[in-house]
């Protein structure tokens, strides 16, 4: 007599099926969002409706998307990186073009020429962002919060890999911006000499000076990273009160200030190892310490126990 099988369980897509279950702390939240409000009760349906429509996005759903993005970003391929970090690069130098040609129209004397000088400075950053080109101060908290979130040898590596990558793309493209501005003949003799005047300006900073005035931009530039999820149509309206306040307040990009720099180099007035160490350094050291190793930092730390 032919004995019965016993009844195989699939292992594998049990253990499947209670990973993609939600935890407890999501559970519980999912409770609470569920729960109206004496108020709400009061309210119709479509009423009801319009008070989710507004609602902001709670951090953890800005980290999420975040997070989701930074992931993407790892997973690219090389020269996908490469071509949109030049790109980049060429794209935040018509910041200090801007700037310069605000300056040649306005004059040097100009009772309020830093604050009307520093719009210029935002011209770059919209166009790079909404682009959605690679600019390496975005990464500072992009491709930072899936290492935080998982922090294994191949996630630093890959991480490493893009910083490096997007890093050179950026410097070529400012330097070759650099050297068409200086030696390219597209340029008013009055515009160059205002980008000039506004590059010499950034090299007068000591190394020790450049490096704190980078921490608030990197800050600064992560916190519009983080804030452009719950923008809803105000993108460019937030892109340009940040940047706008990198340049007003002084503080340092790396990338637009290595355009800058670079342009002295072109011009003959400053040797490129001097340009990388005493001025491009600094401003890279400081871009991370305030985007990676404040805000990026505070913003895990914010929402770690939530998950």
Request: charged content about 15%.
């Amino acid at each position: 007599m032919t004995q019965p099988v016993p009844e195989q369980v699939d292992n594998t897509k049990s253990s499947t099926t209670d990973d993609l279950q939600p935890n407890n702390k999501a559970v519980k939240r999912e409770e609470r969002q569920k729960q109206s409000t004496k108020v709400e009760i009061a309210l119709t349906g479509s009423e009801r409706e319009a008070v989710d429509e507004h609602g902001s996005l709670s951090s953890l759903t800005v980290y999420s998307i975040i997070l989701r993005e930074g992931q993407e970003e790892l997973q690219r391929p090389l020269l996908s990186l490469w071509w949109s970090g030049i790109a980049a690069g060429i794209g935040i130098s018509s910041s200090v073009l801007a700037e310069g040609i605000i300056r040649s129209n306005l004059g040097s004397d100009h009772p309020y020429l830093s604050l009307i000088e520093s719009l210029g400075y935002t011209f770059g950053f919209v166009l790079v962002i909404l682009a959605r080109l690679q600019l390496f101060t975005e990464n500072t908290i992009t491709v930072v919060l899936p290492l935080l979130a998982s922090t294994t040898q191949r996630r630093l590596l890959c991480t490493a890999r893009l910083w490096a990558v997007v890093l050179a793309a950026n410097f070529v493209g400012t330097l070759f911006t650099a050297a068409i501005f200086v030696h390219g003949s597209v340029l008013t003799e009055e515009i160059l000499s205002a980008v000039l005047q506004i590059s010499r300006h950034v090299a007068e900073l000591t190394p020790a000076e450049t490096l704190m005035r980078g921490i608030p931009a990197g800050f600064f530039i992560a916190v519009l990273v983080w804030m452009l999820p719950s923008a809803k149509g105000s993108e460019v309206l937030v892109i340009i009160m940040f940047t706008w306040l990198i340049a007003a307040g002084g503080f340092t990009h790396v990338i637009a200030g290595s355009n800058e720099i670079f342009s002295l180099v072109v011009n003959g007035e400053m040797n490129m190892f001097t340009a990388l160490s005493h001025h491009i350094g600094p401003m890279l050291l400081g871009n991370i310490i305030g985007g990676t190793g404040l805000f990026a930092m505070l913003a895990y730390g914010q929402v770690r126990e939530e998950m």
